[in-house]
């Protein structure tokens, strides 16, 4: 079955840069038209995209936090690693990955459980 | 301020019938973007609930039921039920955020 699971640091001060690492099983990353977004959800907030990585290495990212980004795959490792720079408070957020793939619409059709990251010195 | 407008809460009683709104532009739902909805249980990740607009995943109860009309997208839960609480979101596409995904703000369903 397909699973997809968060990892990286609970706790960052701010400025530093976080690494995010999403290891999924059940499905492979170089499927044509399998995609692999981050998204996160402040405390008591909406959901918030962040970034995504396509099978052919197709990158894109939110506009907003673009400058902050970077999204990168490991095939051979079934994992796909979110960088974010400068990080801030308002960055503390549960992230998540998720899959999507046309199949299912262009929607996120698995989930990993998130990821608590709190930013604070 | 979210790219689509749901709103903040709805509420009905156990058996009932509830719709949950997400309202876009003409840079989003407008233009032909289909609409996805998630539900998501406390203190859980979010759960595909209907996809393409009107498409069930398997497993997922026909209770659920959704629909996009113009700019517009609603969710349907008939036969209202206490574990239907939980936080529900849409999601689509904006052409003018270069095809970055966008979410609505979230609905709080209470099941009275």
């Known amino acids: 079955q397909v699973t997809l699971r968060e990892s990286g640091p609970a706790l960052v001060k701010p400025t530093q840069t976080l690494t995010l690492t999403c290891t999924f099983s059940?499905?492979?990353?170089?499927?044509?038209?399998?995609?692999v977004s981050w998204i996160r959800q402040p405390p008591g907030k909406a959901l918030e995209w962040l970034a995504r990585?396509?099978?052919?290495?197709?990158?894109y990212y939110s506009t907003s936090l673009k400058t902050r980004l970077t999204i990168s795959k490991d095939t051979s490792k079934n994992q796909v690693v979110l960088t974010m720079t400068n990080m801030d408070p308002v960055d503390t957020a549960t992230y998540f990955c998720?899959?999507?793939?046309?199949?299912?619409?262009?929607?996120?059709?698995?989930w990993g459980q998130g990821t608590l990251v709190t930013v604070s010195s | 301020q979210s790219v689509l407008t749901q709103p903040p809460s709805v509420s009905g009683a156990p058996g009932q019938r509830v719709t949950i709104s997400c309202t876009g532009s003409?840079?989003?739902?407008?233009?032909?973007?289909?609409v996805h909805w998630y539900q998501q249980l406390p203190g859980t990740a979010p759960k595909l609930l209907i996809y393409?607009?009107?498409n069930r995943p398997s497993g997922v109860p026909d209770r659920f039921s959704g629909s996009k009309s113009g700019t517009s997208a609603s969710l349907a839960i008939t036969g209202l039920q206490a574990e239907d609480e939980a936080d529900y979101y849409c999601?689509?596409?904006?052409?003018?955020?270069?095809?970055?995904?966008?979410f609505g703000g979230g609905t709080k369903l209470t099941v009275l």
């Open positions: 003409s840079s989003n739902i407008g233009a032909n973007y289909d």
């Open positions: 999601q689509s596409y904006d052409s003018s955020l270069s095809g970055s995904v966008v």
């Open positions: 998720a899959r999507k793939y046309y199949a299912s619409g262009e929607s996120f059709d698995y």
């Open positions: 393409a607009n009107s």
């Open positions: 990585i396509d099978w052919d290495d197709d990158k």
């Open positions: 059940g499905f492979s990353l170089s499927t044509s038209g399998m995609c």
